[in-house]
């Protein structure tokens, strides 16, 4: 032990600066996790009309807002469906901006069909805080891992079918499309349309497409409004809102 071989103070230090270093590296990591509020969400959910779900977790919420969590893919004609309610559903709550169009993939089913890239929307809202995690891949139909670990959380414990997912204050979620790619009663495909014409029709509220994406859209609309309050008064007032606000418990 008194031999040369034994420890050095330099050794010696810098072992025990490593150390602490590790604890503290380490502790940053156990800290960043919590400050994320990775939550512990309850296996137990009630059945709500239009195939949604209520489970009773804690509200999700940023900076005081509903957080709106949609989780799905370009390439899923489900999910390219779907973007137009919820686009049309974020339009009611705030301003939006950033608008880009894609498709679907063209090998999947209902191919190429229109869509909004959710994730490069913007949204300034005192009403919704909308995160959204999309797999860019133009053929893969499945989501990516999230960029968070609450994210992560509500797709493990609820999203059993696949995509599109959407999550809404942490308490309301639904699984696969709102929207269908095709209209069951009337037979139209939302790929015979363009982006820009999908779009014209749900500014004037009228023709085929926005028959198709409508009820999706008012039912979304109205979980949104359920989630505030019922707020905005202006947006509860609608009449399909109102009508879809009283089934909602």
């Not at 999203?159 to 069951?184: E, K, M």
């Not at 139209?188 to 982006?195: D, R």
């Amino acid at each position: 032990l008194r031999s040369a071989e034994k420890w050095s103070r330099v050794y010696r230090n810098s072992l025990a600066i490593g150390l602490v270093l590790g604890l503290i590296v380490a502790g940053g990591f156990g800290l960043a996790a919590l400050s994320q509020g990775c939550p512990n969400l309850t296996s137990a959910y009630s059945s709500e009309p239009q195939n949604w779900n209520k489970a009773s977790n804690s509200p999700w919420s940023e900076n005081g807002a509903p957080v709106l969590f949609f989780y799905g893919a370009y390439a899923c004609p489900f999910c390219s469906a779907s973007s137009w309610a919820v686009y049309f559903a974020l339009h009611k709550f705030g301003s939006v901006s950033g608008v880009q169009y894609g498709h679907s993939s063209s090998v999947d089913t209902f191919p190429n069909t229109p869509e909004i890239l959710l994730d490069q929307l913007s949204v300034q809202s005192p009403y919704v805080a909308f995160q959204v995690s999309e797999n860019h891949d133009p053929t893969v139909t499945a989501g990516v891992t999230p960029g968070s670990c609450t994210q992560q959380a509500f797709v493990s414990a609820y999203d059993t079918t696949g995509i599109p997912f959407i999550v809404l204050n942490g308490q309301y979620f639904h699984v696969t499309s709102i929207v269908p790619p095709q209209n069951g009663s009337s037979g139209f495909s939302l790929n015979s349309y363009s982006a820009q014409q999908i779009m014209g029709e749900i500014n004037n509220q009228s023709g085929p497409a926005w028959d198709d994406i409508s009820p999706g859209a008012y039912w979304l609309t109205a979980f949104m409004v359920k989630v505030n309050n019922g707020a905005p008064a202006n947006v509860a007032a609608i009449p399909q809102v109102q009508q879809d606000l009283g089934q909602i418990s």
